[in-house]
């Protein structure tokens, strides 16, 4: 539930500036602490544990994914299709 609020639009807006990012990942490592029995382990021990990459890494490869889609034309029907030359 954390992750979608966090990525929430992020093609459209990404948090660009450092310390929004940090923001960010600030909120994953708490949330990832409320889950039974990974409390007093690290951040990356979590984040394996719970088979998730760090939101930077989402950010990236979701921008990527988006720059895929405008430049193949691969939207779905319900979405406007752009013309890029």
Do not use: F
């Given at each position: 539930?954390?992750?979608?609020?966090?990525?929430?639009?992020?093609?459209v807006?990404?948090?660009?500036?450092e310390?929004?990012?940090?923001d960010l990942?600030?909120?994953?490592?708490k949330?990832?602490?409320?889950?039974?029995?990974?409390?007093?382990?690290?951040?990356?021990?979590?984040?394996?544990?719970?088979k998730?990459?760090?939101?930077?890494?989402?950010?990236?490869?979701?921008?990527?994914?988006?720059?895929y889609?405008?430049?193949?034309?691969?939207?779905?029907?319900?979405?406007?299709?752009?013309?890029?030359?």
């Open positions: 539930m954390v992750r979608s609020h966090l990525e929430y639009a992020n093609a807006w990404n948090a660009h500036r310390g929004l990012s940090k990942e600030w909120v994953q490592m949330a990832t602490k409320l889950v039974s029995g990974l409390k007093k382990k690290c951040y990356k021990e979590r984040l394996t544990e719970l998730l990459p760090t939101l930077k890494y989402r950010q990236i490869t979701e921008d990527m994914t988006e720059v889609k405008l430049l193949t034309n691969t939207y779905d029907d319900n979405t406007v299709q752009l013309d890029i030359i």
